[in-house]
């Protein structure tokens, strides 16, 4: 601790925004960890559940889609299940609608990132600019020669530290955010792909076998022609 303190203190001031802004750097980069290591280790084995359960009954589907309401999946695969007798519009709205919001769920931290990236490497900067015109008016002043050289030293370090610490911050904040890009658009691929099976298994087994009944029961209904011509003679 006394090194990481000795290191903060040579930097100079501009290095405690900066041990802020690594702090909010790892807590946001192990939240969105944990965010996607839960959801990642756990959905294929939802979305086998949830549709192997919706081509029988769709209130089974709900039901372990609801006790999945923790992840991401789950809440996406529920909203559309809880409709009841909807059209295909409706169906199709209530998947997209689900993404949509679950989507906004993933893009958490994004902002937060960017702007480490962003003000690190100014911080850095101006802990440069400090170091160096600290240096520059111990030379000016005179109090520098040839056999004292530890304020130049000093100074000198100051600026080497906030600057390599500066973007050393950024850089890590630009990796944390393009892993979870890659990892976000991934996510998102599959949420489609498993909206669209859902949706075909909502056609193929409830809405067309709904209006085929429909079309049975309505024919049935229908008086015979020929049965009518006859009570009328």
Known sequence: ??????????????MFPLLVLSVATFGCAVERCWFWFQLIMQEKQIVQEVLSAARVDLEKAEAIASRSQGLAIGRFLLAPLRLRSSSPEIFHLAIKASCDKECVEMYKGDKLLESVMAIAPLLGILGTSAGLFTTFQQLRSGQVNSLNVSAV????????????????VAILALVFLRIFII?????????????????????????????AQVSIEGVSEKPNPVEKDASQI
């Open 1 to 14: 601790m006394s090194r990481i303190y000795d290191i903060l203190q040579a930097g100079g001031l501009v």
């Open 153 to 168: 030293a000093s100074g000198i370090a100051q600026a080497l530290i906030a600057s390599a610490t500066g973007m050393s």
């Open 183 to 211: 990892v976000r658009s991934r996510q998102i691929n599959y949420f489609s792909q498993v909206g669209c099976e859902l949706e075909l298994i909502y056609l193929q087994f409830w809405h067309e076998s709904s209006t």
